[in-house]
Every structure is written in C-alpha cells, then in structure tokens.
C-alpha cells in the first residue's frame, strides 16, 4: 500500500475522500485500465469523471516516479543526510526544486572553481563569504595569495580564482536555483533573427524581432519558435530585468552589507558571473522544457479531442456500404457487404485508351517529349514503383498514368524529373484535368466517354449491389462526384433508398498508399484501395482508422514535432475509451483492433486471435480464460468491452459486466420474461429496491436497467442523410436560411460543416451550445448531422458563418432589428462600452444630485424639491467637527479620462489617470472659480 503522505496530498489535489483515493489507487496498482474503473467501479471511486481519473492516473505515475527519486537521492547524499536535509526532502513535490537539492552535492566534473580551490584559493573564498576579513581590506586579504609557484602572479588573478569558487557555490545553492527560474518563468521570451536571408526564411518573419512573456506563448506558437530555431533562422533566449539577479543575489547572500562596504561590489559581479555561466543555461533550459511540455499538452489535448470526435462518427453498421470516387480520368467503384467482405468493384475509365505509337527517340523541349510528364506530374497516387520511367512502351505503360493522373497522393519527389522545355506545353493538359466541372476531360489523343453512358454504368453497380448508403470524398473534387452519383442514384431502382454522404478522403489516401495499406487491401490500383477505405470507414469509421497512421488524422497538427511517448499515450488512451464506449466484437476483431482494447496488450491480442482459430470461435465470455495469459484479475478487466453475438450467452453481446450477470437474471425472473426480451425495452416501471442489497447498492440496479434499455443501440448514433435542395451554390445562401450540415472537420476555434455545395460553412465554438460543446455523454462528432442557421454570407471571399443559436427574431417570429442586420451583431448582445453604476454619474448635468430622477429645485444646492405643505423630518446632525458640504460625484467626463488612461487590462498608465481618480470634481470647479475671480 502506498505511503499515507502520497495520498494526503492526492486527496489534496483532487479534493476527494480518502476512501475513495484509496481504492482508486488500488484499482489502478491491481492493473486495472483506467476505462475499467470509470465503467465499473464508479461505487468504489466515487463517480470520478473520466478526464479527472486520467489526471489521477498519470499523477499517481508522477508521484511514484518522484517518491523513488527522493530514495535514491537520500541514498546518495548519505553523511549530508541531516534530519533538516531529510525534512526538506520530504516536503518538496516539484520536480525541479528535486532537482536544484542533487545539485547542491551531486558529484562535480572539473571546473575553474576547482582548479584554483587546488590552487589553494579555498580559504580566501570562505573568508570572502563569511565576512571574516578582520581589520584588513578585500585586496589586502587577497595578496596574501599571491604567488608565482602556485600560478596566481597577482592580485587579479587571486580575486578572480575567489570569485569562480564562490560563483559555483552560490550556483549550487537550491534556494538561488529557485528564485532565478521562477524570475525567468515569468520573464519575456526573445527571439531574433540569425539568419533572415535563408532559404525559406520568410516563414518565420514574425519571429525576426519577437518578444511576449513566457506565461502567455500559445502551443501552436511555441512550436512554430522551436522548429525556426531548429532551422537556424531564429535564436530563442529568456531574459530577467537588467541587474534583477544581483538583486536576487543580494537578498540571499549579501543582505548585511551596505552600500559602501567593497565586499558589496566584488560579490555583485560574483552573482552576474554565477548567473551568466551557471544558473541561466541550466534554469533557461529547464523552463523551455516546461514550456515545450506544456504547447506538447495543449496540441495532443486537441489532438485527443479531434480524434475521439472522427473514431465516434456515426456508422452505417451491418449493412450494405458502398463508395464511388471520381478523378479526371477514372471513377472508382467499390461495395461492402454487410460482413465488411469486398462484393465488387469495378473501374470507369472516363477516356479512351491513347492510340499505340512507335516509340521515337523525342526532341528536348517538343510537346511530344512533354506531355507524358505533364499527365503524369499531378499524380500522386501512383506509387513510385507503379509509375512508368517514361511515355512509350505498350498500352500497359501508358494506362498507368492515365490513371493516376490529378491524384492528390503523391509526393512531390515522384514527380518526374524529365520535363523539360516549354512550361506552356505542359500547363494545358494539367489544366484540363484539374477541371472538377467535366470528368470526361479531352486530351489531344483520346476522346471521352458520354456522361450519360457513365452514369448507366454506376446506375447498374447500384442496381447490382443495393447499398444502404452510398458516400463519395469530400474536397475540391465533391461537386463533380455529387453529381454524378446523384444522377446515378435517380436512375437506379435501388439509389431512392440509398442514403447519400460525404467523407474526407486525406487519412484514406495516406493510408492506400502505406505498405500496411497495400498489405491489407492487397489491390494494385492505389485509387481503388482508397475508394475501399472509404467505403470500410463509412461502415465502421471506428474500425477502420485504428489501422491508420494517427498523424494523418491530426487535422493539420504537427504530431511530429510533440513528444512521441505523450503522443502515444494520448493516442492509446483515446483508443481504449472509443472502444470502451462502442465494445470490440470478439470473433470478428483482428489483432490491430483488439490490442488497443482496455487491458489488453498485444501480445495478448494475437493470443486471443489465435485461440479464436484453433476453437473456430467463441461462444461465450468464460472461454476467455482458456487463452494463454489471461488471469481472472485480466478477465475481470477485459470481459465488459469484448461482445459476443450469437453466442451461447444473451448478456455476452451486451456491456453488462458478468459480475452483474446474476442480478440481471433476476430482474428477469421478477417480470417473468427471458432476459433477451428486456433489451431494447423501456424498464422505468421496474421499482430498483427489490434488489438493493449489501454489496448491491441502489444506484447499481438503476444503471443496469438503463443499460438493459440500451441493448441494441449504437452509442455513436445511425448514419443519417442531410440533403438542402434549395441551395446548389453559394450564392443561393440568404441570411437566416435554416440549414442541416454535416460536420466535415473539427479545430479548436469550432467546426466546419459540409453544407452540400462546393465551400463549408464555419460554426465557430461561440456559436455552439455548451450543453454540446461539453456533453460527455453526446459530444458531437465528424459525420453527425446538426441543424444551422446562416449568419453571414461572402461569395466573393467564399466565407460562410453559421451558428446553432436560433435567431431571436426568428424566435419571436418579428423582422430582425437594425442592429441584428448589422454584420458580427447577430449573436448575443455584448456590452460595448462600460456604463457608470452610480445615478449621479448615470443623470445628465442638469439632474445630477441625491433625488431619484427628479430635476433639482430652483435655488437649491441639490437634493429632491419639496412641494408647498409637504411634511418635512428634523434636519439631521452630521459628524462633530464636519460640514454639510457637497457631495462628491464622479462624471461621466471624469470617467472617461480614467478610461481612457488606462491600458488593455484595466491597469493605470500614467500618474495622470491615478490623478484623475482621485480628483474631487468639487475642488476642480473651486479652482476654476477662484481662477475667474483673480
């Protein structure tokens, strides 16, 4: 069991019941994962919040890690281990302050303090540092040292050789080590420019003179400082205030020295030169890494957060997927069946093959020579061993580029290296296949197939196969391919019930064209292996991008610049709560899929798989204690994610636990029906105390007869179509249009949403309810479809802005007002400026005063008038000694001097603004008058 002081301090920071500490911590030494614990143990821990247990998790870790360190650095400090020693090592909980005590008598390497210390030196440092002079002076003091045998010729170098000893041991004092890095934690960052003439310098020009305070550095910013200093454009350096480390310096070890005392100026530049060489290398280095741990946090938070959103997509589920994507020369058609098994696919090509000519030996600079380069430089799907070398040869080589041509996929050093000559040449066939408007694209060699005739030939795939939805890639490239397949499934008997979606098709290019992709799709066309990953991800998006490569998933992230080992333990751990959250079926999953379940490693997984073959399945839960490694501890983890359909065991397909196997029998028993026959069933007339009992508490039952009730039910929600027939471009988008969208993408300033047409639409993060934007249990995901409202419109800058607020004049059924018509005025309503809170400085000049709104009466100084033979109280006696005086009002003028002297955040600028703060306007108005006198 843990020591009582980690747990004091764990329940400090998590502000829980040491109880519920506890058995969290338990739960987690017995290697339960932590999905485990949220899911089934929530009685023990107290219901802690998923979020909140992976904090505790790898704070648990961190606490460990430190305890073990404190060991091993009491170990070696042995004779130095005092009971203060010890006590100070005992009630540090920071990292570095960890750090800074090993310092402070680690072994040394062999420094310029240590080789005049040899020299004999020592004494004059400590006589220096514990002001033990006497009656004679610093110099004085130090020529006592002087000599030409031991190497120290004269006064300076004795001086100098003091001052190098004491640096090193004022460096390696902990408390000094602090005080500088918290000085520097809340410093400024610097960078400037080495190097602004590099190639590709001009990225960075932001950073060339750059300065913001370490605090604030935002973690896309951070990296992109870090990647421009890697380049050798930039140089990153912290700086404190000048002198701000002597001061530091004097506050520890030089508080009982005066102004004039000598000491005072020999040991000041001792502070510079143990800052300069010792303490800021070391602290600067130790804070950029917090820095940079902290932008690797924030970019894999968002990471996580993006990634759940794409793995909980809506999926089609059991039934028929098929997918059609459309290139300027190609269409490619592939169908799934139910089982995920590959029914058909077939290829379209939109031109006809190219007559086969004899080769010849071309002229450089020809467009002969030319245009084979030319149809094959926007390919980037072809991988380079599929690529021909060159435009002659048979049919086969030239087919290939035709191909391949205007693929997205391939990297620029794919590109042939041949094109030579005349760049105009070259540009209009490029130009003609870029055109999304005509797939059927002419090229002087070969004519194009009718577009009706294409749209009969996917009409009958359709009509083959009958999917239940149909999706095509979302991009530059989806007005074409939506049309087409639109006109195919009007034709088709089978199209009207077809439900009709969009899909980014990045992580499926990336992944077709991946040796893990070639292996696993096993298809030689790199544009057919995509269309089948689009096709298995609108099945199942779930199954299908765990096998991908998560940094193309990361939404324009730069995974590769975040620590590897965070990155995998962010991608692990969003895996294994996605899979937690859906279940893993057990006979279907293959050993990719299964060893990202909760509690299970990978060589489990293959021993799972490979027990599966040998029994050819399993029919219940129970055989999972026949696989080689799996314990009862481990099968207790794993048993309520791993489904079971059509096995021996109703409850196996469900994600009731088998430790709740039996009181799910006799809920059952007590309705007198089989327990299959309450999945599905609304079970709130079911009364829960029956079957309260000492380890069953109340709160149990009711969570099983809700998970009862959800048998059935795909917690990621069923694919649902979203079409807008009145709009077909961006033009036909008016203002206050009420809209349904698909989500395409997601950032961390909000999404955007696939309206259809040829642009999405932004729905920023301020325009999303929070009952959305933070629901754990129904976060909205890519591929969900969700109802908008237009706000504003620009088609020439191709911009649209949405939001999930319905409008209030839409809501009050009334004409939108002036303001709301204005643009960025359509949400909710801000305050512009700071209103005065007082009613005198509310009233105008004429009505200031004590009366409620009423105007002053004539003659007098200021309170409300009285009407004739109005009942008036005895006058009240102020304070001995005081007037009645006036009393003091701040105006609206005053006010606006004290705003307008006040910077960004509120702080006053000058002394003036204070001045104006202060300033009785009374006494303003009295020197002004005294002023007229004179």
Known sequence: MPSESLLTRLEAEFNAPADHIKATVSLLESGAPAAFIYRYRHRETGGIPEDRLVEFQERWAFLKEHESRKQSILE???????????????????????????????????????????????????????????????????????????????????????????AEQFAREPGFRTRIRDELSRGILKATAVAPGRKGAQRYKEFFEFEEPVRRIHADRMLALRRAERDGIIKIALALPEGREVEIGRELFAADLTEESPLRAFLDLTFIHAYDQHLRPACEADIRRKIKEKADRETLRSFGHILRAQLLGPALGTKTAMAARVSNKTIWLACLGEDGSLLGRESIRLTKKPKRKKAKAPKQGTETAQQAPAEAADSSEQPAAETPSSATGDETAQQAPAEAADSPEQPAAETPSNATGDETAQQAPTEAADSPEQPAAETPDSGSLPRDSVIDKIARFIDKWQPAAVTTPHGKRQGAGESLIREALGRSSAGAAAVHVSTDETPSTIYAGSPTGRKALGMNEVGMRTTVSLAQRLQDPLQALVRMDPRSLGAGQRLDEVHQGMLARTLDHTLNWCLATVGVDLN??????????????????????????????????????????????????????LRIEGGDEPLDATAIHPENYELAQRIAASQDKPVAELFGKNLRNINPDPFVTDDIDRESVIGLLKDLSLVGRDPRGQLAACKNDQISSIEDLKVDMQLRGRIASMTDFGMFVDLGIEHDGLLHVSQIPPSRMHDRNQPLCIGEVVTVFLVNVDPKAKRISLTMHKPRHLVDGRQPTVGERLPGKRGRRRREEVQPQTRAARAPDSRRGTGRGRPRSPGTDGGPGHDRGERRGPKRGGRPGSGAGTPRVITVESGKLIEESRGHKGELRSLSGLRNLLTDPSDTDKNESADDKS
Do not use: C, W
Not at 79 to 100: G, M, V, Y
Not at 604 to 613: D, E, I, N, P
């Open 76 to 166: 070696q400090a042995q004779d130095r281990a005092t009971d203060e020693f010890k006590a100070t090592l005992e009630e540090t909980i920071d990292q570095n302050a960890l750090d800074d005590i090993y310092q402070s008598f680690r072994p040394r390497r062999a420094t310029q303090g240590m080789k005049f210390e040899e020299l004999g030196l020592g004494p004059l440092a400590l006589a220096i540092q514990h002001r033990s002079l006497g009656d004679k002076s610093l110099q004085e003091t130090a020529a006592e040292y002087v000599s030409e045998e031991k190497g120290l010729p004269n006064l300076e170098t004795a001086l100098g050789g003091a001052l190098y000893i004491l």
């Open 588 to 641: 279907r999953a293959d050993a990719t899929l299964m060893e990202h379940a909760p509690g299970l490693s990978k060589d489990l997984a293959k021993a799972v798989v490979a027990h599966r073959s040998k029994i050819g399945g399993f029919k219940n839960r129970e055989q999972l204690k026949e696989v080689d490694g799996i314990d009862e501890n481990i099968f207790i983890h794993i048993a309520g994610f």
